[in-house]
């Protein structure tokens, strides 16, 4: 039986650079969703005819997701990857699949992040564990 976790084993197979950017994407994704787009301030805000910074991300951002943009590049991603097998459009598949599931494309997103992390999982070589 191993002896080693799930998150070690993709920390082992996956990498630190793509764990963390991951991770990253998620994070600013979430504030881009959460602390801009849906803030109750920033529409007070915005809507009094401010001129600020966030007004404008505000404004630019809903493109990213509108007719599920996002997760149409994660799935185009992902799909070229299970036929090319290059680990840098899998990444890109995984990265924009991570955007996309916090940002409103969840259905095509997910389906690219899964086809990523497959090839990917599938190029890395397994940890043999004889404990």
């Known amino acids: 039986m191993p002896t080693t976790s799930l998150a070690v084993d993709l920390r082992k197979r996956l990498g630190w650079p793509l764990l963390i950017a991951l991770l990253v994407t998620a994070a600013a994704s979430a504030g881009?969703?959460?602390g801009l787009m849906e803030?109750?301030?920033?529409?007070g805000l915005c809507a009094g005819g401010a001129d600020?910074?966030?007004?404008?991300v505000r404004?630019?951002?809903?493109?990213?997701?509108?007719?599920?943009?996002?997760?149409?590049?994660?799935?185009?991603?992902?799909?070229?990857?299970?036929?090319?097998?290059?680990?840098?459009?899998?990444?890109?598949?995984?990265?924009?699949?991570?955007?996309g599931l916090v940002l409103?494309?969840?259905?095509?997103?997910?389906v690219g992040l899964l086809a990523g992390l497959l090839v990917l999982l599938a190029r890395a070589p397994a940890s043999v564990n004889t404990a």
Request: aromatic share 10%; charged share 15%; with cysteine.
């Open 32 to 34: 881009l969703r959460y």
């Open 39 to 43: 803030s109750d301030l920033l529409h």
């Open 52 to 56: 600020d910074w966030r007004c404008l």
């Open 59 to 99: 404004r630019v951002a809903p493109q990213l997701f509108m007719q599920e943009r996002i997760g149409v590049l994660a799935l185009a991603a992902g799909a070229l990857a299970l036929l090319l097998r290059y680990a840098l459009v899998a990444r890109l598949a995984v990265v924009a699949g991570a955007a």
């Open 104 to 110: 409103y494309s969840a259905d095509f997103a997910a």
